[in-house]
């Protein structure tokens, strides 16, 4: 029998999964579309969807633009395990995946997360530099300032606020940068686990000390709204922001009453909790902003291999081997149990 595979939509990555698809009908797979998805709405399931299109599937193909539930994980009793394209898997309970011996795989290629180490980067220095201010004075042939405004990332104090493969990115290219001092808040790490060259501190203490901030967090209960008004109120007046990781992580509201204060020097924002941002939305008029459409990472590079690594994760789950990228590695003793319940 064909291995066949549910592979959802996504606007972001359609011609991601498009290639992928065709792939594997090449191979001979029963490949699976799902129903179209509009643009800012996470797409969810109806109950006549799910029997329509998971009954009897092997695996599933998701994104941050899909939602699962757990009835989605209970449609097949054939399925073996959820394979994304991305890094990020917030569309899937991990938890009900465990429960269920349920593999996840993901995209997390070097491609995928030294972009975003690098993309965070740039957000850093282009803050530091006011470097739209400079480009609107060439555009608008005004005279050169009096008085400079662009700051070095050297001698800075740069806080992560959580690590991981992309965090890890950004400590490694800040070396360059020789700043002052790099802080990390991850109560993952210890001092043993820790990359070199950071130290570990409590997040009031980063928040208070850092010129530069930077997020890398999954969003879930614990981390929505982590940086509200209290906690923006606690960085530097000249300090600033940037979110590469997820939209939600940030109370936007209050971002927006804080830098009208004239609180922070700067934000940059890839990722915003509704997206596409709403055009009225009061984050658009603020002009220490920078705003772009949860791209950042998403290079050339990276669209080159992400189909065959998605083709590569799935076929080597259809043959019972472990996929080249594994969010819940954990699960992998009661994975096996699950392969050879389906036989």
């Given at each position: ?39 800012g709405v996470p797409r ?90 400079s480009e609107r004075l ?138 596409p941002l709403p055009m ?64």
């Amino acid at each position: 029998m064909a291995p066949k595979i549910y592979i959802a939509r996504d606007p972001v990555l359609e011609e991601v999964l498009d290639s992928a698809s065709a792939t594997l009908t090449e191979k001979g797979w029963e490949v699976i579309r799902g129903p179209e998805v509009v643009p800012g709405v996470p797409r969810r399931l109806s109950e006549e969807e799910r029997a329509a299109l998971l009954t009897d599937v092997d695996l599933i193909v998701a994104s941050s633009r899909s939602r699962l539930s757990a009835a989605d994980l209970d449609a097949s009793p054939r399925l073996r395990a959820l394979v994304f394209p991305t890094i990020g898997v917030d569309a899937v309970d991990l938890e009900a995946c465990a429960a269920r011996g349920l593999l996840v795989a993901n995209g997390a290629t070097p491609e995928n997360f030294l972009a975003m180490s690098e993309a965070t980067v740039m957000l850093m220095l282009v803050l530091l530099y006011r470097l739209h201010e400079s480009e609107r004075l060439l555009r608008e042939n005004a005279p050169r300032p009096q008085v400079m405004y662009g700051r070095m990332l050297r001698g800075r104090t740069v806080g992560l606020i959580g690590s991981g493969r992309i965090g890890g990115g950004v400590i490694a290219r800040l070396a360059a940068w020789e700043p002052a001092e790099i802080l990390v808040h991850d109560p993952f790490l210890t001092p043993e686990t820790a990359p070199a060259g950071v130290r570990l501190v409590g997040r009031d203490e980063l928040l208070e000390k850092a010129d530069v901030i930077s997020l890398h967090v999954p969003l879930n209960d614990e981390t929505r709204g982590m940086l509200g008004e209290a906690e923006l109120r606690q960085m530097k007046p000249d300090a600033i922001l940037v979110n590469t990781s997820r939209g939600g992580l940030i109370d936007e509201d209050a971002l927006v009453r804080v830098m009208r204060d004239g609180h922070l020097a700067g934000a940059g924002l890839d990722v915003t909790e509704t997206e596409p941002l709403p055009m009225d939305h009061p984050l658009r008029s603020l002009d220490r902003v920078i705003l772009t459409p949860h791209i950042l990472g998403h290079t050339i590079d990276l669209y080159t291999v992400m189909p065959e690594v998605l083709v590569e994760n799935a076929t080597r789950l259809m043959t019972g081997d472990l996929p080249l990228y594994t969010r819940n590695p954990g699960v992998e003793p009661a994975w096996r149990k699950r392969l050879d319940s389906i036989g």
